[in-house]
């Protein structure tokens, strides 16, 4: 992947399944739906538009944070570089579970989110 190529950056909060006890199904989905959101809001956006015109080609690149207090940090950081995301919440619970940036060009907002690692859930047999 150069570092032009349109991304979709989407962080997920960890400690929803290692200490709140969520599935990963549910986790999964509180990706799917940050991502669907964002895509939504900034549909009108060129470099969305792009990157949705080559949809079997999409990069999604999901990362994980080990908390709340971390994932609104990044939301703030975002939001003081106007960097468009979305910042999910799942309802009616009122949690902050998920953000994901619109796409963007790799190099445009690696810096912004390069510190965290690429999620790896361990899968268990049941």
């Given at each position: 992947?150069?570092?032009?190529?349109?991304?979709?950056?989407?962080?997920?909060r960890t400690d929803l399944l290692k200490e709140m006890g969520w599935s990963i199904g549910s986790v999964v989905a509180q990706a799917c739906h940050a991502s669907t959101a964002v895509l939504h809001l900034y549909k009108d956006d060129e470099t969305t538009m792009k990157y949705l015109d080559d949809?079997?080609?999409?990069?999604?690149?999901?990362?994980?944070?080990?908390n709340e207090d971390s994932l609104k940090?990044?939301?703030?950081?975002?939001?003081?570089?106007?960097?468009?995301?979305?910042?999910?919440?799942?309802q009616p619970e009122n949690i902050p579970t998920c953000i994901a940036l619109k796409p963007y060009p790799k190099d445009e907002v690696k810096k912004f989110v390069g510190k965290y690692k690429l999620l790896k859930l361990q899968m268990n047999g049941d």
């Open positions: 992947m150069s570092t032009n190529t349109i991304v979709q950056y989407i962080l997920l949809m079997d080609n999409m990069h999604k690149v999901v990362l994980e944070v080990p940090k990044v939301a703030e950081k975002l939001k003081e570089n106007f960097i468009s995301h979305k910042l999910w919440i799942e």
